[in-house]
Every structure is written in structure tokens, then in C-alpha cells.
């Protein structure tokens, strides 16, 4: 099953131009605590070189070099994410990359718990589902981590009953993209139920922000 997953994100990751190599790096789930700068070559800078292609701010081959186009890239984000923008990777630039992007790992946890959860939805509701979990990321009441948020506990009913481990297709990977990349149809929201099967009253009262296919989403 791993293998399966490695297989169809290397194919996957081709057709958007991530062209290293698996098994080759070391990935990183939490904030790495290194600062990174030009010239740098760890297994750190192959994770911030994904991070930063995710978000569409890194074009090249991933090489796992902290040179001049690593370099200006970082800068991108930190200026447009309101950072110092020295071009240098140190806590905080760690910090808005572990909140607004995945590495690869943690790519792989999003598409599983998207089509576990929703693989019966329209595409926008995998990508919705996809995004509860990054507007959770985003949020000082959930885990810090895209991993942590997955496996709290009850929080997501494909992995309290076990559908989380079946392999999740390449739609499920894309809607897992498409999520990261920041589109949110769900505007917003931390939640999401099936209304024909819900019994909380709790995730009933919670502010309503949208209906997509079996799904509503809130606040």
C-alpha cells in the first residue's frame, strides 16, 4: 500500500514538475529548528524547496541546494507573507510554511484522510474536505500539524474506523494539492457533517457556511 502511495505521487508530481527522487530525503513532519540560508545542503532544504513548490513560488527541479533561485523564492514568500524578507529560512519563515504548506509526508496524510472521508464527493467537496484541515492548521484551537490534526482524537471518522489506511487515488492527491495551494471552498470553515446522519447538537448549532454534495460545512 505505501509503495502504491510513493507510486502515484511520484507520478503525480511529475506532471507538476517535483522530479526527485523518493526515499532520498529526509522529511520533516514538524517546524524544522535550523536556519537555512544560501549555501545550505540538508535534508531540511529539500523540504523547504517542496514547501515553496507547493505554493507555486519554487519553478526548478528540486536539488536540496540553498542557492540563489532557493534564495529568491524564500524572499517571495517572506514579502508576501508580511515576513522580513532577507531570503533567509530561520523560526518564523519555518513557522508560516508549516501553517500555509505541506511536505510531501504530510501531503500523502491530507489525500489519505480527503478520500477516506469524502471519496464518494464531488471533487469540490474532496477539495473542501482538504480544506477544513489546512483552515484548521491556520487556527489556534486545532494541532499545529497537518498529522496532528489528522489523528486527534475523534475528530475524523474514517480514522476512528479504520478507512483512513485504504489508498487514496490520484484525485484525492489533487484535491489534497488544490487545498494546500489555498483554494477553500467551504469559506472558511473548521467543520463538516453529513446532515442525514448527524446526531450532535453541537455541530448543529455551529454557524453554517456551505452545503457541498452530502457535506455541510461551519464555523
Not at 61 to 68: R, S
Not at 75 to 79: E, G, L, T
Not at 123 to 134: E, F, I, N, R, S
Not at 157 to 163: F, H, K, L, M, N
Given at each position: 500500500m505505501?509503495?502504491?502511495?510513493?507510486?502515484i505521487?511520484?507520478?503525480?508530481?511529475?506532471?507538476?514538475?517535483?522530479?526527485?527522487?523518493f526515499?532520498?530525503?529526509?522529511q520533516?513532519?514538524y517546524?524544522?529548528t535550523a536556519?537555512l540560508k544560501?549555501?545550505?545542503?540538508?535534508?531540511?532544504?529539500?523540504?523547504?524547496?517542496?514547501?515553496l513548490?507547493?505554493?507555486g513560488?519554487?519553478t526548478p527541479?528540486?536539488?536540496?541546494?540553498?542557492?540563489?533561485t532557493?534564495?529568491?523564492?524564500v524572499?517571495?514568500?517572506?514579502?508576501n507573507?508580511?515576513?522580513?524578507?532577507?531570503g533567509?529560512?530561520?523560526?518564523?519563515?519555518?513557522n508560516a510554511?508549516?501553517?500555509?504548506?505541506?511536505n510531501?509526508?504530510?501531503?500523502?496524510?491530507?489525500?489519505?484522510?480527503?478520500y477516506s472521508?469524502?471519496r464518494g464527493e464531488p471533487?469540490?467537496?474532496?477539495?473542501?474536505?482538504?480544506?477544513?484541515?489546512?483552515n484548521r492548521?491556520q487556527s489556534?484551537?486545532?494541532p499545529?500539524?497537518i498529522?496532528?490534526?489528522?489523528?486527534?482524537?475523534g475528530?475524523f471518522?474514517?480514522?476512528?474506523?479504520?478507512?483512513y489506511?485504504?489508498?487514496p487515488?490520484r484525485?484525492?492527491y489533487?484535491?489534497?494539492?488544490d487545498?494546500?495551494?489555498?483554494?477553500?471552498?467551504?469559506?472558511?470553515?473548521?467543520y463538516?457533517?453529513n446532515?442525514?446522519?448527524a446526531?450532535?447538537?453541537?455541530?448543529w448549532?455551529?454557524?453554517?457556511?456551505?452545503?457541498i454534495?452530502?457535506?455541510?460545512?461551519?464555523?
Open positions: 505505501k509503495s502504491l502511495n510513493k507510486f505521487l511520484v507520478v503525480l508530481f511529475a506532471a507538476i514538475g517535483v522530479t526527485s527522487a526515499g532520498s530525503q529526509t520533516t513532519t517546524a524544522a536556519i544560501r549555501g545550505s545542503q540538508t535534508g531540511d532544504v529539500w523540504d523547504l524547496q517542496f514547501r513548490k507547493m505554493l513560488y519554487y527541479k528540486l536539488d536540496g541546494i540553498y542557492g540563489a532557493t534564495t529568491e523564492a524572499r517571495n514568500f517572506q514579502r507573507y508580511g515576513l522580513t524578507a532577507d533567509v529560512t530561520g523560526t518564523d519563515t519555518w510554511l508549516h501553517t500555509f504548506s505541506a510531501r509526508y504530510e501531503l500523502d496524510i491530507l489525500a489519505k484522510l480527503i472521508e469524502a471533487y469540490v467537496g474532496q477539495v473542501a474536505v482538504g480544506a477544513v484541515v489546512m492548521l489556534a484551537k486545532f499545529n500539524s498529522e496532528d490534526i489528522a489523528f486527534q482524537p475528530a471518522t474514517a480514522v476512528d474506523d479504520g478507512q489506511w485504504l489508498t487515488g484525485t484525492a489533487l484535491a489534497a494539492l487545498a494546500v495551494k489555498g483554494w477553500d471552498p467551504t469559506k472558511g470553515a473548521l463538516y457533517f446532515p442525514d446522519t446526531t450532535s447538537a453541537w455541530i448549532s455551529r454557524p453554517q457556511t456551505v452545503k454534495g452530502n457535506h455541510i460545512f461551519a464555523k
